[in-house]
């Protein structure tokens, strides 16, 4: 157990660093990863059942007693994250695959790396878990519909496909996760420890697996493919944080609205842009340069607000969710 436990802290300490060498190995040894590509939504299920596995009471608990930080974070989310991809998209004049990946970057909910980054920038972990689910939660509606919206002019998009993909690799995963939990909780707790490694493990495949079929695309686009994710990742950070310190928000909670704000699920806009857009391959491109430069950025984030103390009063649910999730 104790081994298991290590290597699970490593990964999630040295994530950003997995990824970055995955996809150099991925980019310099393609053939060795392009069976990957058959599996990334099932790689991501598990990533999503890990998270159903995860979920507390204590996280509805917190939607319900103080709803409004929630729903503000998950609003910010929904809101600026779409509409920076698609100015972005347009400043740019980007080409109509790019343009459509960056916008479903925009479009998709928190990913659960960003929980890992609020708790080592001492921000308030019950509030970055609870916005990570309830955005989650409410993806299968708002992710198809903002896309059709945003990116319709650049790539036809079938909202109702989109829709009953994100419930196959996302909603079902998490309820399955959520029964388990329910029903055989000590296999549960055997084997949360080693959670966090299956994670890191499923997000590097996907990386891996997109890297590998992209290398040409890559090669060919890769600075404006990574100028257009970090722009979009540095602004999602930075709105986040002031428009949370602009509602005056606690300093914890600025710190988890950034970074759910800023960090999204972008193995899910990987999965959905190769099931929907299979046709046009460089719809992925944002989205596996968004998993390695977002793990990155709110990494590097995390760090400078490790070393800067918050003070403030902890309440019953941030000591919870807190326990719950350190454990």
């Keep these: 157990?104790?081994?298991i436990n290590f290597i699970s802290t490593f990964a999630n300490k040295y994530f950003a660093l997995i990824t970055i060498l995955v996809a150099i190995l991925a980019f310099n040894l393609p053939n060795q990863f392009l069976w990957l590509n058959s599996y990334i939504n099932i790689l991501l299920g598990i990533v999503m059942f890990g998270m159903g596995m995860n979920m507390k009471p204590v996280?509805?608990?917190?939607?319900?007693?103080?709803?409004?930080?929630?729903?503000?974070?998950?609003?910010?989310?929904?809101?600026i994250m779409p509409l920076i991809a698609y100015g972005i998209a347009t400043l740019l004049q980007l080409p109509p695959m790019l343009a459509a990946g960056i916008i479903l970057v925009g479009c998709v909910p928190g990913?659960?790396?960003?929980?890992?980054?609020?708790?080592?920038?001492?921000?308030?972990?019950?509030?970055?878990?609870?916005m990570t689910s309830f955005?989650?939660?409410?993806?299968?509606?708002?992710?198809?519909?903002?896309?059709?919206?945003?990116?319709?002019?650049?790539m036809p998009v079938n909202?109702?496909?989109?829709?009953?993909?994100?419930?196959?690799?996302?909603?079902?995963?998490?309820?399955?996760?959520?029964?388990?939990?329910?029903?055989?909780?000590?296999i549960v707790e055997k084997s949360s420890?080693?959670?966090?490694?299956?994670?890191v493990i499923a997000i590097s495949g996907v990386v891996a697996a997109v890297v590998s079929g992209n290398t040409e695309n890559i090669a060919a686009s890769g600075i404006l493919i990574f100028l257009t994710v970090i722009i979009h990742n540095l602004s999602g950070l930075l709105l986040g944080y002031v428009i949370a310190m602009a509602l005056r928000l606690d300093a914890d909670m600025r710190r988890a609205i950034s970074i759910?704000?800023?960090?999204?699920?972008a193995g899910l806009g990987v999965s959905l842009a190769n099931t929907h857009f299979a046709q046009q391959p460089l719809t992925a491109l944002p989205g596996a340069v968004a998993v390695v430069t977002h793990v990155i950025n709110g990494s590097i984030l995390?760090?400078?607000?490790?070393r800067r103390p918050i003070r403030k009063k902890t309440t019953d649910v941030d000591k919870q969710r807190s326990s719950s999730y350190i454990s």
């Design 302 to 306: 995390a760090t400078i607000w490790s």
């Design 159 to 186: 909202p109702f496909a989109m829709f009953l993909s994100i419930i196959q690799v996302i909603i079902i995963p998490i309820a399955l996760g959520i029964i388990i939990q329910k029903f055989l909780p000590n």
């Design 111 to 130: 990913g659960t790396a960003s929980n890992v980054m609020v708790y080592l920038a001492k921000g308030n972990v019950a509030l970055s878990i609870a």
């Design 193 to 199: 420890q080693a959670l966090p490694f299956i994670s």
């Design 1 to 3: 157990m104790k081994t």
């Design 135 to 154: 955005s989650t939660l409410l993806s299968p509606m708002l992710t198809p519909l903002l896309l059709y919206l945003l990116a319709g002019q650049w």
């Design 260 to 265: 759910e704000v800023g960090i999204q699920n």
């Design 59 to 79: 996280d509805l608990k917190l939607v319900l007693t103080k709803p409004i930080p929630v729903l503000i974070g998950v609003l910010i989310q929904f809101s």
